[in-house]
């Protein structure tokens, strides 16, 4: 049995389901597991149509105390023959279970009739594991088909990212990015305006109704109110309807209609976004296209070094940038759309929500130097001879977020101010305050110089491999919290203690140790300094 007996008095209205976080994999068909004959599983009650999120093995008379939603639960029915049928199965649908896996001898020989009706009229979809198939077999197969639809997935983001940034950087690029929308998703892509006016559109034609549903969608969105959401969706018939607002300041929405809704259409609409966002900017002068694809490549983790020269005359490279780095207090990582409203709300389309332990990166543009020097009294201020103090771009608490910013920097310094800004971000979460901007160095940072404490740093971490030392360094950055480090690492919570557990055997310490702790994170911060990681800003 997996969890202590309990009483079978139902809990809060509330089902886990409603509060939990969503798993960082694709859900799995059904379907797909019946498909795998080894496995000799059937489906002998419920609807075939199900997908499973996750799987879970109990023996409990009321297992919801015990169920996020979404899984397949495994059971041979230990306790079956002291509780109703009909109240187990409402139960299991109440917590918002995918199906129930039901295991035949030794306890039963074959699925209890009762069970089979009850799951019936609840529309939960029952399967016969037969005896010669372990639940752990299930439990496997279902990782593996979740990890190969999560490389589909990853293949076909990374396949529309590298398209779609192509296309941004063609002479017609906003064209271009919504033709090759409208041929990722199969669907429709168009631009319109807050009165839902055509601006350009690519991909097969839509009914008069399609058309006025987008349009409706794209003045939702557009409104300049608060509440105003980030994004709408609908259906028509067998359509699928959706309507994005660009953070270009335009008033300009992305509108998408598509038969069918796959793994990783957020993602990519959201990259679609971002990148129209950027294209549809106001910009001037006869190289504005030039410009774009460098706003893009610079986006996209080009080191400023190489997008420089792209940028010559259009005074982005006399401009001070402000790096920000943010991260959801609750924990979870922001998919693009939600990092998109962050930094619209931020005032800045370039916005990456690619970075390790789910933080978000935002560089916002400010205003550009005179021509004069500028001299630096501080890393936290920057002062003109003979002008007033250039504040940077106005930055408050974000509901939500925990905020770290640099101090305005030129373009080529952007790497040093990444750094500020990322220590900025942990010393924010440290101090639990909601913002902070270019937090001093203090302790040992500040008191050890920089080539011993490079020097303890390799040694002290020597037996690790790089992703060791990574799930060590986002392990520690999560409080030790192995639920946090395993979606944000993507892996299942077991790797992460076992990770954690190599980590402590090859490095001879004990974790549980504050003294231990402190020094190896000190020691990972390290590495990642200046003159450890120069490509930092490269992502």
Do not use: K
């Not at 040694?459 to 790089?466: G, R």
Request: aromatic share 2%; with cysteine.
């Amino acid at each position: 049995m997996d969890e202590p007996s309990m009483p079978t008095t139902p809990p809060p209205a509330t089902p886990p389901s409603a509060t939990a976080p969503g798993p960082p994999t694709p859900p799995v068909p059904l379907a797909a597991l019946l498909a795998r004959e080894e496995l000799g599983l059937r489906r002998i009650a419920g609807p075939a149509d199900a997908e499973l999120l996750w799987v879970h093995t109990s023996e409990m008379a009321d297992p919801y105390p015990y169920l996020l939603g979404g899984e397949l639960l495994l059971s041979a029915g230990v306790q079956l023959t002291d509780t109703d049928p009909e109240r187990y199965a409402a139960r299991l649908v109440e917590a918002g279970a995918a199906a129930l896996g039901f295991g035949v001898r030794p306890v039963h020989e074959s699925v209890p009739a009762a069970l089979v009706e009850a799951c019936d009229r609840h529309g939960l979809p029952l399967l016969e594991v037969p005896p010669r198939t372990p639940f752990t077999a299930i439990a496997r197969a279902v990782w593996q088909l979740m990890a190969e639809a999560r490389h589909r997935e990853l293949r076909r983001v990374t396949r529309a990212q590298q398209a779609l940034a192509t296309a941004a950087a063609r002479p017609d690029p906003v064209p271009a990015v919504l033709h090759q929308l409208a041929v990722r998703l199969d669907g429709r892509a168009v631009l319109l305006t807050a009165r839902g006016e055509e601006l350009h559109a690519a991909g097969r034609r839509p009914s008069p109704e399609e058309a006025a549903a987008l349009a409706r969608l794209a003045r939702l969105v557009t409104r300049d109110r608060p509440g105003t959401p980030a994004s709408a969706t609908d259906t028509h018939g067998g359509t699928h309807l959706s309507a994005y607002p660009l953070g270009g300041g335009e008033g300009l929405a992305l509108a998408l209609a598509t038969d069918r809704r796959e793994p990783g259409d957020h993602t990519v609409a959201g990259i679609a976004v971002v990148l129209l966002s950027l294209l549809t900017a106001p910009h001037q002068g006869a190289d504005a296209a030039d410009r774009s694809a460098a706003l893009v490549r610079l986006l996209l983790g080009a080191p400023p070094a190489e997008v420089a020269p792209l940028l010559a005359g259009s005074g982005a490279e006399d401009a001070l940038w402000t790096v920000v780095h943010a991260r959801r207090t609750d924990g979870t990582r922001a998919d693009p759309l939600t990092a998109g409203a962050l930094g619209a709300s931020l005032g800045s389309v370039l916005v990456d929500a690619g970075q390790e332990g789910g933080a978000v990166r935002v560089l916002l543009p400010g205003a550009a130097r005179e021509p004069r020097d500028v001299v630096r009294e501080s890393p936290d201020a920057v002062r003109e001879p003979q002008g007033a103090v250039r504040e940077p771009p106005a930055l408050a608490p974000h509901p939500g977020w925990t905020l770290g910013a640099s101090s305005p920097t030129p373009l080529s310094d952007l790497a040093a101010a990444d750094l500020r800004a990322a220590r900025a971000l942990a010393h924010a979460e440290a101090t639990r305050t909601p913002l902070a901007v270019d937090a001093p160095v203090t302790g040992l940072a500040a008191l050890i110089p920089p080539d011993q404490a490079a020097a303890h740093a390799r040694a002290l971490l020597a037996p690790l491999t790089p992703p060791l030392a990574e799930t060590l360094r986002c392990w520690l950055s999560l409080h030790g919290s192995w639920d946090r480090t395993a979606v944000a690492l993507s892996v299942h919570r077991n790797t992460v203690r076992q990770r954690i557990g190599r980590c402590a055997e090859l490095l001879d310490m004990d974790l549980d140790d504050m003294d231990v702790r402190a020094e190896l994170w000190f020691a990972l911060r390290r590495e990642e300094a200046p003159d450890a990681r120069p490509d930092s800003i490269s992502g």
